[in-house]
């Protein structure tokens, strides 16, 4: 079992910037990706960005490109989301996820971390 815990959210002014972290415990060994999701108010949950824990190798949505960066630190097992020039429909909660291989289901999710943006 892998337990991720998310932190970094809050309250930014459109066009500022937050960190979120993600980091994970027990069997982190078998994390081959770790992503963040985001879900609005009365909306489906959506992918943002991936990365590949063993390499680095990051994947990003249309809508993050350019404005979000996802990096990991192996050696914190924290996995981080940088969001710059935010907006107030990036307002949502945050997700972290894990899974074990490139095939599989994220499996392992943080309870989430609340970002909204005031314009």
């Known amino acids: 079992q892998v337990q991720l815990v998310e932190s970094g959210g809050g309250l930014v002014q459109a066009g500022g910037s937050l960190r979120l972290s993600c980091t994970a415990s027990?069997?982190?060994?078998?994390?081959?990706?770790m992503a963040w999701f985001r879900q609005a108010p009365g909306k489906e949950r959506d992918f943002i960005a991936s990365?590949?824990?063993?390499?680095?190798?990051?994947y990003y949505s249309d809508s993050a490109k350019g404005r979000f960066t996802i990096s990991r630190d192996n050696a914190k097992r924290t996995g981080y989301l940088q969001m710059n020039s935010l907006q107030p429909e990036d307002t949502a909660v945050y997700y972290c996820?894990?899974?074990?291989?490139?095939?599989?289901?994220?499996?392992?999710w943080g309870q989430g971390t609340q970002v909204t943006v005031s314009s």
């Open positions: 996820a894990a899974r074990g291989g490139y095939f599989d289901n994220y499996e392992y």
């Open positions: 990365i590949v824990w063993s390499v680095g190798n990051a």
């Open positions: 027990g069997r982190t060994q078998g994390i081959y990706t």
